[in-house]
């Protein structure tokens, strides 16, 4: 359910807003908090490329938006990598015009995560380095693990 999203997104992008149905995969890491007033949850989940975050409404759990966290694999060069990996139906990697050195985390069930509640917004950190602040006022999720904003999302700028 959570992936469709994100998949949506990115076939709109690469396939001139073709969109495919995203593949059902069993995630590999999950975690997920809810924040200490039980309005606001988020899921961290792996898709077998990349973590995203999903921003819910505890109560009815009800998506709102979806955030990218990091990608477990190293990204790829071109959009041609990536339409092969739809094509057989397995989650497209990141591709490298949108990586930086805080994308890729290969080995993040081993990591350290916490989530970070504020009124509004909650910080996700990774090992204690701040990675992704998901705005519920906003609806919106600023990535430290993107150089630039784009299909994956909004890159977190200084």
């Not at 290969?106 to 992704?132: C, F, S, T």
């Amino acid at each position: 359910m959570f992936p469709r999203i994100a998949w949506i997104c990115l076939g709109w992008f690469l396939l001139g807003c073709t969109v495919h149905e995203a593949p059902s995969q069993t995630p590999t890491y999950t975690f997920e908090s809810t924040d200490p007033k039980g309005k606001y949850k988020i899921v961290l989940e792996e898709d077998g490329q990349s973590v995203w975050a999903y921003a819910m409404l505890a109560e009815p759990e009800k998506l709102q938006f979806v955030g990218f966290l990091c990608s477990t694999h190293p990204p790829v060069k071109n959009e041609t990598n990536i339409l092969s990996y739809m094509e057989s139906g397995q989650a497209p990697p990141l591709l490298e015009a949108f990586a930086n050195p805080f994308s890729h985390i290969p080995d993040i069930a081993q990591r350290q995560v916490e989530i970070d509640w504020a009124d509004k917004y909650a910080m996700i950190r990774i090992d204690g380095q701040p990675y992704l602040i998901m705005n519920f006022a906003k609806q919106t999720a600023y990535s430290r693990a993107l150089a630039q904003d784009g299909p994956y999302g909004h890159a977190w700028m200084d």
